[in-house]
């Protein structure tokens, strides 16, 4: 968890304990574990009809399917949703629809099967992997199901209902999910008159790296003076970026390097953030389990070209087995 900072929002796992979340009681599968309003926020099959936004060319057939679907008409449902989703190939829910029919007639490599069109139609929605996943579970493939989730969390990782997934993959794996241990220091920031105080942490008085977490404190001044324009040239309005939180971080790094700290000196934050490093996945924490609301802003683009670097952090660094 990440503390002693301003930062405008918790994310991942952390607005899921923040909310009161009890993802240990669920126990119905991972479509269970959400509420009648929380699906219709997201597109996914309710009890009763959901509204298409914007009409296409299969939008009539899918509103049908739902009106099957809520009366309980199954394979209407299904007929009228794959009639969607071959009037409009690009209709995410029709797939997703047809996918979750198939599930509930328990085919569920025919579930998998529409899930992954839907996949195909939008991958940076969570729902259809996390669909898949519970197909997956249902079959007893777990490592698939696994991968599946993960898959979901990387779409879409600020939403409740993509560790939802996950969190009920754990609790049927003997599993646990738990962000690397990194608590960081308060940094600097100007108060109304533009003045800056740095103070040190009593605590760490004796402490090899204090002067490295001093360099960390007063990297946001540079930033707001000329960093941020150098590295966003199209923004007007300094934030905090991404950019800005791993140089912070590689900047302690590298001085706790350069002092040859012995590593029995070091605590758990700077133990973390030395091995995330060698891996090349301390973006990955930054974005996944230590972002602000100025970070999420870069999460599209990063995402773009590290799907895979994600995946694998996740899976080593989220993911434990007890």
């Known amino acids: 968890m990440v503390t002693g900072v301003s930062w405008g929002l918790r994310l991942g796992m952390l607005i899921m304990v923040a909310s009161g979340f009890d993802l240990a009681a669920q126990t119905a599968g991972p479509r269970a574990a959400m509420s009648d309003a929380e699906v219709q926020k997201e597109n996914v099959q309710p009890s009763t009809v959901l509204t298409v936004t914007g009409r296409s060319p299969g939008a009539e057939a899918l509103l049908k399917g739902q009106k099957a679907f809520s009366n309980g008409n199954l394979k209407k449902a299904l007929a009228l949703y794959k009639e969607a989703a071959e009037a409009d190939p690009k209709l995410y829910e029709a797939a997703l629809f047809a996918g979750d029919i198939q599930f509930k007639m328990k085919n569920y490599d025919e579930a998998c099967t529409w899930d992954a069109k839907a996949v195909a139609i939008n991958p940076d929605r969570e729902t259809a ?87 960390y404190s007063t990297q946001p001044m540079m930033w707001r003076s000329t960093e941020f324009k150098k590295h966003y040239p199209n923004e007007t309005v300094y934030r905090h970026s991404l950019a800005e939180a791993a140089e912070s971080l590689r900047s302690v790094i590298a001085l706790v390097k350069e002092q040859k700290i012995p590593e029995d000196k070091l605590d758990a934050t700077l133990k973390s953030l030395l091995a995330l490093d060698k891996d090349g996945m301390l973006e990955c924490w930054i974005v996944l389990n230590g972002a602000d609301q100025g970070i999420v802003q870069d999460y599209a683009a990063y995402r773009a070209t590290h799907r895979s670097l994600l995946h694998a952090y996740i899976e080593k660094y989220v993911i434990h087995f007890s």
Do not use: H
């Open 129 to 215: 992997y996390r669909y898949c996943g519970d197909a997956l579970m249902q079959k007893g493939e777990q490592k698939k199901a696994r991968s599946k989730f993960v898959d979901g969390v990387i779409a879409e990782p600020y939403t409740k209902a993509s560790w939802v997934g996950l969190q009920q993959w754990a609790n049927a794996s003997n599993a646990r999910l738990a962000s690397p241990a990194i608590t960081l220091p308060k940094q600097a920031v100007p108060d109304e008159k533009g003045n800056v105080n740095v103070s040190v942490d009593p605590s760490k008085a004796g402490d090899p790296a204090s002067g490295a977490w001093l360099v």
